[in-house]
């Protein structure tokens, strides 16, 4: 399919965030996804019977999620069959459309199920999808699940002076940094790869604070209330950005920030080069006193929890660990007993002959 053209951007970026910037990251992820099998055509009549499809469709399905956060995926189908040019349309392509409509209000890949295998996890988290039976505003909730009972440092502050798990001491331990544009997939780490994911998306989340700030919304907006504005909660998208640019990356951590100026190169991490703009942490969204991380805390935690029980970094070191394990720890133990004896023994033999070396020069001393 032919891509965007500029003015085409203009037009979804007002329509989605409000002010006709430029969104380079978001429209190079809108593209990857477009462009795969949907056919979705460029400067269409959007009144046209056709079965052709348009960006002003996936728009207008961004409205219908709008209009009603409630709505079921089968009825949002079923509305996207009355719009004009989809009468005629497959299901498959209206659905290709409703699934990057959601990436476009979410992030999130709502048919997550169907491109990992049925066992695929990543410590606690599993791909999930948006049920045909279910709730728009109930896979939302689902997909970020509050983790309301997490208290102590690693969750209840906004310093990064509070992690110890800032990006250069991650890499030191050999983790490697991916970037993600499933906010879903935010600070999952991949122990078996030593991967870390990150939602790069650093302009999304900085246009979609801009637009509660315009607002004046309070800051513990509901999901059901952010949606009806085609956004997320405040409280969600500040804890994305402050992981990003207060913890991991924060402003004053140089060593890091080298780190970061090499994830946004092109020929390495290819992350949003917003993430190096720190002007959104100055948006008049102040979080109430005793913020806590309810979204990201338990996988901050799990970061720090890294410090004390640092993952192998090569096959060597994935080897003693499996060999260092408790099924392992009283074998372990018997060999350091032995050796100890060993070496006890040893000692004590060259302690005799040093004894019988002094004797027998004590006795026969030389004339």
């Known amino acids: 399919m032919k891509r965007l053209t500029s003015l085409d951007k203009i037009n979804i970026s007002r329509h989605l965030f409000g002010n006709p910037e430029k969104f380079p990251s978001f429209f190079t992820v809108y593209d990857e996804f477009a462009s795969k099998g949907i056919g979705l055509a460029i400067n269409i009549d959007p009144n046209s019977a056709t079965g052709t499809l348009s960006h002003e469709h996936v728009l207008r399905a961004v409205d219908i999620l709008k209009e009603n956060p409630s709505i079921t995926r089968k009825d949002a189908f079923e509305k996207m069959r009355q719009v004009n040019g989809l009468r005629s349309a497959s299901d498959p392509s209206i659905a290709k459309v409703l699934d990057l409509a959601v990436r476009c209000v979410i992030m999130v890949d709502c048919a997550a199920k169907q491109h990992h295998s049925s066992s695929f996890k990543i410590g606690d988290y599993r791909p999930a999808s948006w049920d045909m039976d279910e709730k728009f505003v109930d896979f939302v909730t689902r997909s970020f699940p509050e983790v309301s009972s997490m208290t102590g440092p690693a969750a209840s502050h906004l310093s990064s002076e509070m992690f110890p798990s800032k990006a250069w001491e991650l890499k030191r331990l050999g983790i490697e940094f991916r970037r993600t544009n499933n906010l879903a997939e935010h600070l999952l780490f991949d122990e078996r790869k030593n991967y870390l994911f990150v939602f790069h998306q650093a302009q999304f989340l900085k246009a979609h604070i801009a637009k509660h700030c315009y607002s004046q919304d309070p800051f ?57 703009q720190y002007d959104a942490l100055d948006l008049d969204v102040q979080p109430p006193e005793g913020f806590s991380y309810i979204y990201w805390g338990k996988r901050l935690t799990a970061l720090r929890e890294l410090f004390d029980k640092k993952p192998p970094r090569n096959r060597l070191e994935k080897w003693l660990q499996r060999q260092l394990s408790e099924r392992n720890a009283f074998l372990v133990a018997l060999v350091a007993l032995l050796i100890s004896i060993v070496v006890g023994i040893i000692s004590i033999g060259l302690s005799a002959v040093q004894v019988w070396i002094a004797w027998m020069a004590w006795k026969h001393p030389k004339q």
């Open 220 to 276: 513990g907006l509901t999901f059901g209330e952010s949606l009806k504005s085609g956004t997320l909660p405040p409280q969600l998208l500040v804890e994305t950005l402050y992981s990003i640019q207060e913890v991991l990356f924060a402003a004053h951590d140089i060593k890091s920030g080298r780190i970061l100026k090499k994830l946004i190169s092109p020929r390495h991490g290819k992350f949003d080069p917003e993430c190096y």
